[in-house]
C-alpha cells in the first residue's frame, strides 16, 4: 500500500519561492510517476506538475510553465516541487500523487494522493 506524505507548505509572499516535498513509502518508487496538484477552497483539484519514471519527461500545467519544477530523487524516494514567483492567486493545499506509468495530467488516472500541505499566499 503506497504511502505519500507532502511537506514544505507555509505562508509566503507574492513572489516569493517554495519547495514542496513529497516522500513516498510502500511502493516501488522508481516505476511510478509522480504528480503535482493543488485545489484551492471552491475550485477542483487542478494538475499542476508531472514527472515520469526515472525522471525522462515532465509536464507542467500552462501556468506555472518556467516558474514551477518538478523533480525526484528515486535513492530517497522524494519528489519535489520548486515553486518561484508565487501569485496570491496560486494559494492552496498542494497534493502529490503516484500511479504506474510515464506520465499522467488528470488526477483520476493517479491510485495514491497524499494529504496535502497547505500554501497560503500573501499579496
Known amino acids: 500500500q503506497g504511502h505519500l506524505i507532502e511537506s514544505g507548505g507555509g505562508l509566503v509572499q507574492a513572489g516569493a519561492s517554495l519547495r514542496l516535498s513529497c516522500a513516498a513509502s510502500?511502493?516501488?518508487?522508481?516505476?511510478?510517476?509522480m504528480g503535482w496538484f493543488r485545489q484551492a477552497p471552491g475550485k477542483e483539484r487542478e494538475f499542476v506538475a508531472t514527472?515520469?519514471?526515472?525522471?525522462?519527461?515532465?509536464h507542467y500545467a500552462d501556468s506555472v510553465k518556467g516558474r514551477f519544477t518538478i523533480y525526484r530523487d528515486d535513492a530517497k524516494n522524494t519528489v519535489y516541487l520548486q515553486m518561484n514567483n508565487l501569485k496570491p492567486d496560486e494559494a492552496a493545499v498542494y497534493y502529490c500523487?503516484?500511479?504506474?506509468?510515464?506520465?499522467?495530467?488528470?488526477?483520476?488516472?493517479?491510485?495514491?494522493w497524499g494529504q496535502g500541505t497547505q500554501v497560503p499566499v500573501s499579496s
Open positions: 500523487a503516484a500511479d504506474v506509468g510515464d506520465t499522467y495530467t488528470e488526477y483520476r488516472e493517479y491510485e495514491y
Open positions: 510502500g511502493l516501488t518508487f522508481r516505476s511510478y510517476c
Open positions: 514527472i515520469g519514471w526515472r525522471g525522462a519527461t515532465t
